[in-house]
Structures are given as C-alpha cells and as structure tokens.
C-alpha cells in the first residue's frame, strides 16, 4: 500500500503512540483523520480532528459517516489496564475488553465497508507481546489481547475478498507515558534496551503495512511467540520477556 496519498484515521491521537502513528503519517504525506475522546487535546498541525470513543457506537457510527474516503485505519486507542481477574475490579475487567475487542471490533465493522469502496486498503491493530503470554497484575489486559489477535486473525480471513490488508503490530514494551507511570506505580526498573521508541516503531508498523506484511513483531513479540510451541509463559516487565514456565 502507498501511503502518500493515502486517507489515514487513526485512534487515540492524543498521547502515547497513537500521537506518533499521526504524525508520522502526515509526514509521509498522508491525510490523516485524528480521532480522541478529547478532541481538545489534539496536537498535530495539518490533521482533521475528530471525537470518537471506540466503545461509544453512535460516536464510530458517526465517524465512519464522517470519513467516508478512509482506506487506512490505524486501531489504536485502548485501555491498558484491567487488572488481575480475581479480585480485580470487574468492570476494569470488562473496560480492557470494551475498547481492545469490542472497540476494535466496532471499528473494523463500521469501516468495511468504506475500505471496500475505496479499494480495499488496510487495517491495522495494535496488539502486545502479552497477547501470547499472560502478564501477572494485568491478566485481563494480556487476555483482552488475546481475544484482539483472535479478533485480527479473523477478520483477515473475512475481508481477503474484499482485497483489505489486515496487520497486527505486536510490541513487547513501547516508552509511553503510560508505560512509565504503571512501572513506577509497581515499583518495576523497565529494561531501557529493550523500550521500542514510539517514533521508530511507527516507521516500522507502516513501513511494514506498506510493504503487505500482516504481523509486524519487535524482539519480544518474536520470543514470545516462539514459546507458543511450549507451556504457558507469564510476561516479565523487568526483561521485556518470558519469564519461566507457569
Ligand atoms: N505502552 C506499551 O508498553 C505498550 C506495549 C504493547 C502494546 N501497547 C498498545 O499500544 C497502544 C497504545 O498504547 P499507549 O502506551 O500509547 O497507550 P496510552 O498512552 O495509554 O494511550 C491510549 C490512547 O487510547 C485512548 N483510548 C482509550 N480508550 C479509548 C476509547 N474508548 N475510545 C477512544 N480512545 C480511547 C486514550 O485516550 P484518553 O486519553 O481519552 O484515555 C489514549 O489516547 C494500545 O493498544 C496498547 O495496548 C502498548
């Protein structure tokens, strides 16, 4: 996929990655359709701001009307806690799979059918290393991603007719805002080296939507993938990896 040229909407623009998928899109000479609960707090020069909560469905609803010459969504917005299952909050619980399953799932929903008027374009969800390794203090988070890989995979096979592109980009750990305010608060030393930094991992992500690649995985992701093959690994914030076997 070209992405000069191409009408980009991205989610959850106004931090973290979501920020740097933006702004680098419009780099690379994109239009780009800017999207957050807080529209106010968009910076990005040159970009079409609009308000859209994934969990809202008159808001995706009202997006997806909106920006009818899409044909590239970047799901990117999502909460990142959740907590652990028992004796979590149980609407945390519910909040991690409301926007990373049924909010991405809403989205690919209202935006099929604009993709395919556009020609098919491309889809791509940003899911976590956790997806394949449960993650101790945020298992609802690891299995909300879980169910998004799921989620991804299936709709890959739906859309292939329809000629869209469906991508996951699968990070270990990536130096947001967010990440370090939840290493802090757990009192966790992050492993500096293997931190993605957001602006280079963006380029990555879309160098490898550009290029038709539907899993776009850094080192962790690689190694937790691999242990797939063998018995259930738990996720170790302080390397960025596998810790030993469950
Ligand atoms: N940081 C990491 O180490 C890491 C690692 C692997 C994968 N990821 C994934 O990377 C993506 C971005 O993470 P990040 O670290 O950049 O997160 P972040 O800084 O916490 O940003 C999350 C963004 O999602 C938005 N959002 C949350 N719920 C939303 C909803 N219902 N509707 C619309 N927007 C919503 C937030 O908006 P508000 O400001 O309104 O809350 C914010 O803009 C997420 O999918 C995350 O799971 C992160």
């Not at 242990?227 to 170790?236: H, K």
């Amino acid at each position: 996929m070209n992405l000069d040229g191409a009408t980009a909407l991205v989610t959850g623009t106004n931090r973290g990655l979501g920020h740097h998928f933006a702004a680098e899109l419009l780099k690379r000479g994109a239009k780009v359709y800017a999207t957050a609960r807080r529209p106010e707090l968009v910076d990005l020069p040159g970009a079409e701001v609009l308000r859209l909560d994934i969990t809202d469905p008159a808001s995706v609803s009202a997006a997806a009307t909106t920006a009818t010459d899409v044909d590239l969504l970047i799901n990117n917005a999502a909460f990142t806690g959740g907590g652990n299952f028992i004796g979590g909050d149980l609407d945390s619980i519910r909040a991690a799979m409301d926007s990373n399953y049924y909010g991405t799932l809403a989205m690919i929903r209202a935006f099929a059918p604009v993709l395919a008027r556009n020609g098919g374009g491309a889809i791509l969800n940003v899911l976590s290393a956790v997806a394949w390794m449960t993650f101790d203090g945020n298992t609802a988070y690891a299995a909300a991603k879980s169910a998004q890989w799921g989620l991804t995979n299936g709709v890959r096979v739906e859309l292939a007719g329809q000629n869209t592109l469906v991508s996951a980009l699968v990070p270990g750990l990536i130096d947001t805002e967010t990440l370090r305010a939840y290493a802090s608060g757990s009192g966790v030393v992050l492993p500096e080296h293997r931190l993605n930094d957001p602006a280079d991992l963006v380029r990555r992500a879309l160098d490898g939507i550009a290029a038709g690649e539907i899993e776009i995985l850094d080192e962790s992701a690689v190694e937790a993938k691999a242990r797939l093959a063998g018995p259930p690994t738990q996720f170790d914030l302080t390397a960025a990896g596998a810790k030993a076997d469950l």
